[in-house]
């Protein structure tokens, strides 16, 4: 926990948008990851749904995604 500040978090999720002027972020995880899953939502993930067995016969995956416009951690210069 101790390594992950707003400061890492800004740079992190700025990267790819500002650098690389993607439009869209998407994050998979396990469906039964809630931890994960929460830390996505905190960060302005947006939930798009399962994939029905996405890690295995047994997981499923959690879809989620971030656009451009979605996201509060970019850096306004």
């Not at 396990?30 to 798009?48: A, I, M, Q, T, Y």
């Amino acid at each position: 926990k101790g390594w992950l500040s707003r400061r890492t978090i800004r740079v992190i999720l700025s990267y790819p948008f500002l650098q690389l002027n993607c439009h869209r972020l998407t994050a998979i995880t396990p469906k039964s990851n809630k931890p994960s899953r929460k830390l996505l939502e905190d960060l302005g993930f947006v939930f798009e749904g399962i994939a029905r067995q996405g890690f295995g016969p047994r997981s499923h995956a959690a879809l989620y995604s971030m656009l451009r416009g979605e996201c509060r951690w970019i850096e306004k210069y």
